[in-house]
């Protein structure tokens, strides 16, 4: 069973081929396994193993490049646009006819407003004591804002 | 890179030819990939295609985040994973060897008998790379193919550099081992 300075000297031999041992690392490591049979053939092979799935990826395909023709057959498999993104506001905006956008942006914050008018806003108060008129004039201003989204989704479409 | 970010822009208008000019530095790479993956030449070239087609669709989403490069070889790896996958799925491991099989350069100035020596251990070399599981596979290839380091790896797939090392770690262990007891080593 192999002692701490064994198992440390193992687990920097990893870190040695990842190639992020510092110099003061390397030295400890190299100084124990000149002293310790086990951890030296244990390099060794490490090293070897490592050198053989080296070269067979270099041997195998290191200098293949790719076969003739290769952009003329992707070319005709790409589809005509990249697709876009539903969710990137830019994109959004791309895919809203230009024109329709602002007006669109101002019917949604006026019906946002008047939304808020009406429940939560203050009430006018008549001579009989009913704030109806106001709410019929609300009523009134979100119907005509309404008919404006309409003719604006006639646009789009 | 500005230049890189205009390309983009182009591609996004539908300008193939920016597209072209994109993966031109990255396509052998690509190609590379998935070669040593699936071992024959014509399923890498489907496979390399497959992921220009899949990097093309996705430009819409691409970030920015992450290099470009970076991006596309983790699109790149990813399918030719996927493509091995679905061969084993489908059981069709080809019969014939792969393209590779027969290149050697000193073929014509060994004995027959050191030829196949190399050969065979070429192709049980490439089966043991190949068992790896995906996870393993994709930091193996990328980093024994394009000597890269662990925290460009770690970019590409987008995971902790830490976990890079430790998938490293695991695969050279089962590597080695199966290296050993099937008597790879010289």
């Not at chain 2, 030819?17 to 024959?40: C, K, M, N, T, W």
């Not at chain 2, 000193?106 to 068992?131: C, G, N, Q």
Request: positive net charge; proline residues 6%.
């Amino acid at each position: 069973m192999p002692n701490l300075a064994c198992r440390e000297t193992r687990r920097r031999m990893h870190i040695y081929l990842d190639g992020d041992l510092s110099p003061i690392e390397e030295e400890a490591m190299r100084s124990h396994a000149a002293r310790c049979m086990d951890c030296a053939r244990a390099f060794e092979r490490l090293r070897q193993s490592d050198d053989a799935v080296r070269r067979h990826f270099a041997a195998t395909v290191g200098n293949e490049t790719v076969p003739a023709g290769f952009w003329d057959s992707l070319s005709e498999r790409l589809p005509a646009r990249p697709g876009r993104n539903p969710w990137r506001p830019s994109d959004l905006a791309d895919r809203i006819p230009r024109g329709v956008l602002a007006p669109a942006a101002v019917a949604a914050a006026l019906m946002l407003a008047i939304w808020g008018l009406e429940m939560y806003g203050p009430v006018y108060p008549t001579g009989n004591g009913s704030s109806a008129p106001v709410r019929k004039e609300l009523a009134q201003i979100k119907a005509s804002i309404l008919e404006m989204e309409a003719e604006l989704e006639q646009q789009w479409r | 890179m500005p230049q890189e970010r205009d390309l983009i822009q182009q591609c996004l208008s539908g300008n193939r030819d920016a597209f072209r000019r994109l993966i031109e530095p990255h396509q052998d790479f690509v190609f590379r990939v998935a070669l040593s993956v699936l071992g024959s030449r014509e399923e890498a070239e489907e496979a390399a295609q497959d992921a220009f087609v899949r990097t093309f669709r996705g430009l819409g989403s691409f970030s920015g985040q992450v290099p470009f490069q970076a991006w596309l070889y983790r699109i790149a790896v990813r399918t030719a994973l996927n493509a091995r996958r679905r061969r084993r799925r489908r059981r069709l491991e080809r019969l014939t060897p792969p393209s590779w099989f027969g290149g050697l350069a000193s073929a014509a100035t060994e004995a027959p008998d050191a030829v196949f020596a190399k050969r065979d251990a070429r192709i049980r070399l490439r089966s043991i790379i190949d068992r790896l599981p995906g996870k393993l596979h994709e930091v193996v290839v990328l980093t024994y193919l394009q000597e890269l380091t662990c925290s460009e790896v770690a970019e590409i797939l987008n995971v902790p550099e830490g976990t890079v090392k430790s998938r490293l770690y695991r695969a050279r262990e089962k590597l080695q081992k199966e290296i050993e007891r099937q008597g790879l080593l010289d």
